[in-house]
C-alpha cells in the first residue's frame, strides 16, 4: 500500500525516488502545508452497474468545500485505524425491491479521514501499527485518535436513497487514558439517485465526509477545551 506525497516524512518511511513516494510503513507524518498536499494513488475506483446489480467505489476524496471549511489546529496528533476498516463492505441493498448493491466503504474512508486529519491539524502521524504508550512518547505524540466503522445503513425509496455511516471514536492521551469515546454519523439524501450518473459513488462519497467532518470537528472542540483549561 502505498500513499504519494509531495515531501518526505521527517519520522518513519521509505525515500522512493526523491522522497515523492511514501511506503505505508508502522508510522508516516504529514505535517500541514495548507490545502490539499496528500495525493491518494489507490482507491480511485468508480462503481457500475451489472447483472448482479450495483458495485459501488467512492472517488475516496474529499471535497474543495471540506478543505477550506476546516481551520488547522495547533496540535501535534495520531490517527490510528484496524486494518480491517479498509475492507469495510456493505451488502445493504436498501429494500426489498431494490437492486443488489454493494458498497466498498473502507477503502474510501481510510484515505479520506487520514486527508481530513492532515487539513485539521498542524501536525499528523498516522500509525499502521497497533499504538503503545511507549510509542506516542517516543515520538513526542500527546494525542492518540482510534477510530473503528460501527455500521452502514442504506434506504432506498421511489424518490431517491439515504446513506448514513456511523463510527465509534476515541481520543487517548499519550498514556493511553482515554479522554473522550463518542460516536458520530455522516448522512447524504440525494433524489433520483440512480438515474444519475455517477449518482451513487457521489452520494457515498458524500456520508463519508459528512461523518469525517463530525469526527474532524468535535475532535477539535475536545482539545480546544483541553487547552483552555490546562
Known amino acids: 500500500?502505498?500513499?504519494?506525497?509531495?515531501?518526505?516524512?521527517?519520522?518513519?518511511?521509505?525515500?522512493k525516488g526523491g522522497g515523492?513516494?511514501?511506503?505505508?510503513?508502522?508510522?508516516?507524518?504529514?505535517p500541514h502545508?495548507?490545502?490539499?498536499e496528500l495525493i491518494f494513488s489507490l482507491?480511485?475506483?468508480?462503481?457500475?452497474?451489472?447483472?448482479?446489480?450495483?458495485?459501488?467505489?467512492?472517488p475516496g476524496l474529499l471535497s474543495?468545500?471540506?478543505?477550506q471549511s476546516v481551520q488547522p489546529a495547533h496540535q501535534r496528533i495520531a490517527l490510528y485505524f484496524p486494518k480491517d476498516l479498509l475492507s469495510y463492505v456493505s451488502k445493504d441493498r436498501g429494500g426489498r425491491t431494490a437492486d443488489p448493491q454493494t458498497y466498498h466503504v473502507g477503502e474510501s474512508y481510510g484515505p479520506m479521514i487520514?486527508?481530513?486529519?492532515?487539513?485539521?491539524?498542524?501536525?499528523?502521524?498516522?500509525?499502521?501499527?497497533?499504538p503503545s504508550a511507549d510509542l506516542l512518547k517516543q515520538y513526542a505524540v500527546p494525542y492518540l485518535v482510534a477510530v473503528k466503522i460501527k455500521n452502514f445503513n442504506n434506504e432506498v425509496s421511489g424518490s431517491g436513497q439515504i446513506l448514513s455511516l456511523a463510527t465509534e471514536t476515541t481520543i487517548f492521551d499519550s498514556d493511553l487514558t482515554v479522554i473522550e469515546h463518542f460516536e458520530s454519523t455522516g448522512t447524504s439524501d440525494v433524489k433520483r439517485v440512480f438515474a444519475k450518473k455517477g449518482g451513487p459513488q457521489v452520494n457515498l462519497n458524500l456520508a463519508l465526509e459528512n461523518n469525517i467532518m463530525s469526527i474532524v470537528e468535535h475532535i477539535q472542540d475536545v482539545l480546544k477545551q483541553k487547552s483552555s483549561i490546562s
Request: proline letters at 4%; one cysteine or more; charged letters at 20%.
Open 20 to 30: 515523492l513516494i511514501q511506503k505505508l510503513t508502522p508510522i508516516l507524518t504529514f
Open 43 to 58: 482507491f480511485l475506483l468508480t462503481g457500475c452497474a451489472s447483472i448482479f446489480g450495483w458495485d459501488i467505489h467512492a
Open 33 to 36: 502545508k495548507g490545502g490539499r
Open 114 to 130: 487520514i486527508e481530513a486529519f492532515q487539513s485539521a491539524f498542524a501536525e499528523f502521524i498516522f500509525l499502521e501499527m497497533e
Open 64 to 67: 474543495e468545500g471540506f478543505i
Open 1 to 15: 500500500m502505498f500513499f504519494k506525497s509531495r515531501f518526505p516524512s521527517p519520522l518513519v518511511g521509505e525515500d
